[in-house]
């Protein structure tokens, strides 16, 4: 038989009487959390707490007592707490005021005592004054200079040595290593004697490092890898001021041994150093003094026997 063919259904179109999938049907765990948010066994809970009221007091007698003591107990504490802090309070404040007055009285009497050890100072100084006039004359000031005992001011010349930018910890068996220092690039003892012994030889007349006054006693040493200055512990950089005429002064120290030395290390070893003439420095006064005196021979005949005796005691001495 023939007939006509049949056609192909269209694709395309949609089925009638089939129900359409929901675009988010992939997607069915996400909207199932977007859409309970809570679990279930919230929601009951939720439920139940609704039907049954919210407060969760005993309801029982024993638990009401109970409640009952534990509030009267808590109450009790913190009442004996208040009342402990409110009688500490007191007596704490009473022992700090007696610290604070007990500084305030030492502070006081160290005050009294430095105003008493001034004027004496001024006594001492007078009386010096008056019996070196006695004596031909006042050179008081130029006594108290030398050894340090009074502030200075004038023109002079500031030094700054420092170490090296590379000074390490290790050693590095350079020239200059020695058993108290092992870095080479850093400022010794030794260095700092030559730039204060070139000072004072180019005419300096007062002489400060990093604030600490030198005198005729002054020592400068080392502990470790610290330079000490009159057993101050001292840290670099450090800063010499020195007073005199500035511009001879500067010109003389870098001229001398002293100076062409502190020129070799800066050349050789990296150390920092630089020099300026300033117009005015003031420098303080030593902080402790060894007070020495000397006195005339009486006999000016056993004087010239002492000193000539040694003399006769040679190999043909009788």
Request: aromatic share 2%; with cysteine; charged share 25%.
């Amino acid at each position: 038989m023939c007939g006509m063919p049949q056609q192909q259904p269209d694709r395309s179109s949609p089925v009638t009487g089939a129900a359409r999938r929901r675009p988010d049907a992939s997607m069915s765990l996400l909207t199932n959390v977007m859409e309970h948010s809570l679990d279930d066994g919230y929601a009951e809970a939720a439920a139940r707490r609704g039907e049954v009221g919210t407060s969760r007091l005993p309801k029982r007698l024993g638990g009401k007592l109970g409640l009952a003591a534990g509030l009267v107990l808590a109450a009790i504490v913190v009442t004996v707490g208040a009342a402990q802090t409110r009688v500490a309070a007191p007596t704490e404040a009473k022992e700090r005021q007696k610290l604070i007055d007990q500084v305030k009285s030492e502070t006081d009497s160290a005050d009294k005592l430095q105003d008493n050890v001034d004027s004496l100072r001024d006594t001492v100084a007078a009386e010096q004054r008056a019996a070196l006039e006695d004596h031909g004359g006042d050179s008081t000031a130029l006594v108290e200079l030398l050894a340090g005992a009074t502030p200075v001011e004038g023109p002079g010349v500031r030094l700054v040595v420092d170490d090296a930018k590379e000074a390490s910890e290790g050693g590095t068996g350079g020239p200059r290593e020695s058993s108290g220092f092992s870095d080479t690039g850093r400022v010794r003892d030794r260095d700092m004697q030559r730039v204060v012994n070139g000072l004072w030889s180019s005419g300096a007349e007062a002489i400060t490092v990093n604030g600490q006054r030198l005198t005729a006693l002054s020592a400068i040493r080392a502990a470790g890898d610290a330079i000490l200055v009159d057993n101050k512990p001292l840290a670099p950089p450090y800063t010499v001021l020195a007073i005199g005429d500035g511009e001879r002064l500067s010109t003389a120290f870098q001229d001398s041994a002293d100076g062409q030395y502190l020129h070799v290390l800066q050349q050789d070893y990296g150390i920092r150093t630089s020099i300026s003439v300033q117009k005015r420095l003031r420098l303080a006064a030593a902080p402790s003094l060894i007070v020495r005196y000397a006195k005339p021979v009486a006999n000016r005949q056993t004087t010239d026997s002492a000193a000539t005796g040694p003399a006769t005691t040679g190999k043909g001495a009788k």
